[in-house]
């Protein structure tokens, strides 16, 4: 089993659309959890944190469930420019060691 | 500020060929990681250093791979020999310290291993 997965999608998507990607871990023991954005043959990036209270940036909100082992990313009101590959990142316990999900992608239509 | 700096962008290169690539993380950071991403396997972290030392080098694939950090502004990644395998874009991430830490990626080098 990966210690990180994804629904690798592609997801298509009108713009203006909400849509949610998902994620679960194996570790149960982690500790820290991102959102990274990868563009189309460019550098991943740090979308966002996420916490376990859940939080919320602009049209984008990262909930955590500890007991799942689940994390989400909810995407609202679509834009062409949000088109891109997700990477769900957990951090291991021990160091400062990211272990990368293979990407959901998203892909948002005119 | 200057991001994390990668050299060279790109790199094609023959079997058997030695292949080095370089970064520069970003200054004040002192934890330096290289990846490797391929279309089957994702991204894959091969070996991190904290102030100069390796401290994690268990996704490095084989032998013919290594990493140095001499100093705190450079690093390399070597292989020798280069087999069409290691063909993958390589990417090298900074952070400033943690956990939990921001890692901060360089634009990548291009391998392709003919």
């Known amino acids: 089993r990966k210690e990180v997965e994804q629904d690798p999608g592609p997801f298509n998507v009108p713009e203006g659309a909400t849509v949610a990607f998902n994620c679960t871990y194996s570790?149960?023991?982690?500790?820290?959890f991102f959102w990274y954005r990868q563009d189309c043959r460019k550098e991943p990036k740090l979308l966002m944190s996420v916490y376990s209270s859940g939080n919320e940036d602009g049209r984008f909100t990262a909930q955590l469930n500890r007991a799942s082992q689940y994390i989400s990313l909810l995407i609202r009101d679509s834009k062409l420019s949000d088109s891109a590959t997700y990477l769900c990142v957990v951090n291991e316990v021990y160091g400062n060691k990211l272990v990368f999900g293979a990407g959901t992608i998203l892909r948002v239509k005119s | 500020d200057a991001g994390v700096i990668q050299s060279p962008r790109h790199e094609v290169t023959e079997m058997g060929q030695e292949v080095t690539l370089r970064c520069k993380p970003i200054s004040g950071h002192n934890s330096l990681f290289w990846y490797r991403q391929t279309m089957m396997r994702g991204l894959e972290l091969l070996i991190y250093?904290?102030?100069?030392?390796?401290?994690?080098d268990s996704g490095m694939p084989e032998d013919r791979f290594s990493a140095k950090m001499p100093n705190a502004s450079f690093s390399t990644l070597k292989i020798q020999p280069s087999e069409p395998r290691d063909s993958a874009v390589y990417f090298c991430?900074?952070?400033?310290?943690?956990?939990?830490?921001?890692?901060?990626f360089g634009p990548g080098t291009r391998l392709l291993v003919l």
């Open positions: 991430a900074s952070g400033a310290g943690g956990p939990p830490e921001t890692q901060y």
């Open positions: 250093f904290n102030n100069n030392v390796p401290i994690d």
């Open positions: 570790n149960s023991a982690s500790q820290s």
